[in-house]
């Protein structure tokens, strides 16, 4: 295998990987399948494949600005890659914001419902018309190779000087207005990035950032086919560092009119990034680009351009979410799942770039395959009767292969983690331990209730008030313990154990023994467990039995209790008898809670996680 | 009218009956702790809550019904309004899930049904419903002690600066909503500082949305002008051109 053919195969095991994790991050939602939470709803898929998406696009309306407006003309052989580049750039934002969308069936809102306050809808409507108007410069590039097309694509070259002007119309708009998507959060966003002229920050490292990725791409894709850069043509790109020294004199007289200096030298992990930040964007790719032996070789324009191309791409990530100031106690960290769907995506946009540049004249000259042959015959197979195609398109097997067994890895990688990620963590609930007086503490965090089981026994009148609180007993017991039914911390679940009892190895029922004949088998029609269980509902039992659909734990015991406490209160006058810390002894804050005796009509104290 | 909420937090003893009473006026499914909440207590399926603060005050948390809300400002399909009543609403028909609303809010109000294949931002809707039909918000009604009343904000603001003054030393000499950020619909008054309720800490009285305002009525300034200024250059450097072509053959 070649190079182009370890990469294709590397780029479609990613894209199969992303395949599995796409399928699942629609099935299950998005809090299975990423970090994302309330305090940082936004992540990677908005700070990398949105924002630096946008950003990484940005070659091509300052190569066709460059070419087509003011006529440089040995920049005429980068045109096409950049203007692909772009229009593969934003096709990869757009499907990237559809996995991020919460609905994004949709997208489509943006166009009817309108709201011009938002930089977020100037946003979208520029990213839609300027795809639009990338489509139309880049497709007659296809068309030369169908005839058919030759009129669409007179016209199309005819139009392009009003296309060209648009676009960079349009980039300019929407370039800053990524930046002004963050000028309503003052609050959130770290000072050394918040500022009124992000807007402008953000344009003119778009402006670098497109020079720099052309140079980037040119090399990249030169080493990859073997193919001859266009060193020459590029080093008179290396005026980037007039663009870089722009923005970093503007970004630090910025810090300095906000009076923002001291934080530069703080010690704090986020002025390291800030370093890191401008460093790699602005500093060091301006003084390479100066260096006239880095800005006309091969080398040097690529690592100046690839640590420039880095750097920026680090300050939309950081603008998008790693630099905002942490409201919460947890620090987001994106999840291997969202990891992969940007990885994906821009795997994808890479095979649709490799597939055009081969197939297409975007470059001066088609590269080769160099592991083909040309002079080769096409292939049979080992019998001799069936043609397997010309060797150069042999790779899709290998590549198939690559795509389904990461695929299917990925599937085997999910497979617990929806179910862990949820967001609930169950709380299986533990037995009071003791005999005269029970230490209730179901989920064993320390916070006990201590309850005197006997004493309040006596006091309700002996054996005879058992039923007063055991309202369910399970089949051949007496008086069940609270944790065999309620047996989930927090949520309801489940009395009636389904499995079991159709089970071989539990009570071996047939369907038809409880869900009558010719009816859906629903709970509904199913026969009532008092059909087999006589005994189930003790005699007189105070607490009666509507559904087998057990209360969580807490709930089921604050409800049980807080009721006889405040009727007993009100009864002896004894206010303290009802508090919250009449029971919880230890909970801080809790002993010295208001008087509860007297509640709002159908009161009751409930903690915040339940419904009456 | 602009309906508002007074929260005084003298009164409050935390017993979380607003929260319930508003899960079940709003018909929001049992809610149990998940990864993504904050520690605030409010998720899509809780509106509100009961935070406490410093010296074991309680205080509640929901959202402020802004009066230039930042949300409204950001929603980029106008799913989010701020009604006649000062309710700040939530069409969900018109969502999108981009989440900017969250990313928006100064006081972090915005939840998302982070567990749902088809999510929807969740918030404090002020029972619009409710008030809109001459009656109140659940919360309040359902206080047992009066801690949060709902009235009209102006009252409400005269009654807040009547109880600071009626008992000097107990309160913060700050009514939380007057002036912050442009003023919102629910207030609060305390002996504590409340800006445990917003970990942002934002401050002054300027709305947020006059912070993108500026750059977004530049939006059809700069495209008008790079738009001229491109087709300008162009003529002129292809005429410049055209020219220095001509001169050698005359």
């Known amino acids: 295998m070649n190079r182009v053919h370890k990469l294709k195969f590397i780029l479609w095991a990613v894209a199969g990987l992303a395949a599995a994790v796409a399928a699942a991050r629609f099935v299950h939602g998005l809090g299975a399948t990423t970090n994302l939470s309330d305090t940082t709803p936004w992540g990677i898929w908005i700070g990398f494949d949105v924002m630096g998406g946008v950003a990484l696009a940005a070659g091509g309306f300052i190569m066709t600005a460059a070419v087509h407006i003011f006529k440089l003309e040995r920049l005429h052989e980068v045109v096409r890659p950049a203007v692909l580049t772009a229009f593969l750039g934003y096709v990869a934002v757009a499907v990237g914001l559809l996995f991020d969308l919460g609905l994004p069936w949709n997208i489509w809102h943006m166009i009817v419902f309108w709201n011009p306050h938002s930089p977020l809808f100037e946003v979208g409507w520029c990213v839609m018309l300027y795809l639009t108007v990338l489509t139309l410069e880049f497709f007659p590039v296809p068309a030369e190779e169908f005839s058919g097309l030759a009129k669409v694509r007179r016209v199309l070259i005819k139009a392009r000087l009003p296309l060209v002007i648009l676009g960079i119309g349009l980039s300019t708009l929407h370039q800053s207005s990524l930046g002004s998507l963050f000028l309503i959060m003052p609050y959130r966003l770290h000072p050394l990035w918040y500022s009124p002229i992000l807007p402008l920050l953000f344009l003119v490292s778009a402006i670098g950032l497109g020079m720099m990725m052309v140079t980037f791409e040119s090399h990249t894709t030169a080493w990859l086919y073997r193919r001859k850069p266009e060193t020459a043509a590029l080093a008179s790109l290396s005026g980037v560092r007039w663009v870089l020294l722009l923005y970093a004199a503007i970004r630090f007289g910025d810090l300095a009119a906000r009076g923002q200096v001291r934080a530069l030298a703080a010690a704090d992990w986020r002025t390291v990034l800030f370093w890191l930040e401008v460093g790699a964007m602005a500093i060091v790719p301006a003084l390479l680009f100066s260096t006239p032996r880095v800005r006309q070789t091969r080398g040097g324009q690529w690592a100046a351009a690839s640590l420039g191309v880095f750097g920026v791409v680090l300050n939309r990530i950081d603008v998008g979410g790693l630099a905002h100031r942490a409201n919460g106690s947890r620090l987001y960290l994106p999840a291997w799942t969202e990891v992969v769907i940007s990885a994906g995506v821009v795997s994808a946009a890479t095979l649709a770039f490799l597939f055009l540049v081969e197939r297409f004249h975007v470059w001066e000259q088609r590269p080769a395959d160099p592991g083909a042959d040309p002079h080769r015959l096409p292939e049979f197979d080992k019998v001799g009767t069936t043609w397997l195609g010309v060797p150069g398109v042999a790779g899709r097997t290998v590549y198939s292969l690559g795509f389904i067994f990461a695929a299917s890895a990925g599937f085997a990688l999910l497979a617990p983690q929806p179910a862990a990620s949820r967001g609930v963590d169950l709380q299986p609930v533990h037995r009071a331990r003791g005999e005269k007086t029970l230490w209730i503490d179901g989920n064993l965090d320390g916070f006990g209730v201590e309850f005197p089981h006997e004493r309040i026994q006596k006091r309700l009148g002996g054996d005879a008030s058992c039923v007063k609180c055991h309202h369910m007993n399970l089949p051949r017991d007496r008086n069940s313990g609270c944790y065999e039914c309620h047996r989930e911390m927090y949520l309801p679940v489940d009395a009636f154990r389904h499995d079991w009892h159709a089970s071989p190895a539990g009570a071996r029922l047939a369907c038809g023994q409880c869900h009558p004949q010719g009816q859906s088998r629903s709970a509904a029609g199913a026969k009532p467990c008092s059909g087999c269980h006589k005994d189930l509902i003790p005699a007189g039992a105070t607490i009666q039995v509507k559904q087998y659909r057990a209360a969580g734990y807490v709930q089921a015991m604050h409800e049980l209790c807080i009721g006889c406490h405040q009727q007993m209160a009100a009864a002896e006058g004894k206010p303290d008898f009802a508090r919250c810390g009449t029971c919880h002894k230890e909970r801080r804050g809790i002993t010295d809670a208001g008087d509860l005796a007297a509640p709002a009509e159908g009161g009751g104290i409930l903690l915040p996680a339940m419904s009456r | ?250």
């Open chain 2, 1 to 250: 009218m602009n309906a508002a909420i007074l929260t005084d937090t003298t009164k409050c003893i935390g017993c979380n009956e607003c929260a319930i009473a508003c899960r079940r006026v709003n018909h929001l499914a049992p809610d149990a702790p998940r990864r993504w909440d904050r520690e605030d207590g409010l998720s899509a399926r809780n509106w509100t809550s009961v935070v406490e603060g410093p010296h074991h005050t309680y205080a509640r948390q929901q959202c402020r019904h802004c009066l230039e809300p930042a949300c409204v400002s950001a929603c980029p399909v106008g799913a989010l309004s701020r009604t006649e009543i000062g309710a700040v609403v939530y069409d969900n028909a018109r969502c999108m899930g981009c989440r900017y609303c969250m990313m928006a809010c100064p006081y972090g109000i915005p939840r998302y049904d982070w567990d749902q294949p088809v999510p929807y931002v969740r918030k404090c809707i002020l029972c619009y419903g409710r008030v809109r039909a001459g009656g109140q918000p659940s919360c309040t009604e359902a206080c047992p002690t009066k801690a949060t009343v709902f009235g009209d904000r102006g009252e409400l603001l005269a009654e807040a600066h009547r109880r600071i003054a009626a008992a000097p030393g107990v309160y913060v000499n700050k009514v939380w909503g007057e002036r912050d950020l442009g003023g919102t619909s629910v207030l609060a008054i305390s002996n504590v500082d409340l800006s445990f309720l917003a970990p942002q800490h934002p401050a002054g009285s300027a709305p947020l949305p006059e912070t993108t305002a500026l750059a977004m009525h530049a939006v059809p300034f700069a495209f008008t002008s790079v738009v001229a200024a491109m087709a300008g250059l162009n003529w002129i450097i292809h005429r410049r051109m055209t020219r220095q072509a001509e001169e050698p053959d005359e």
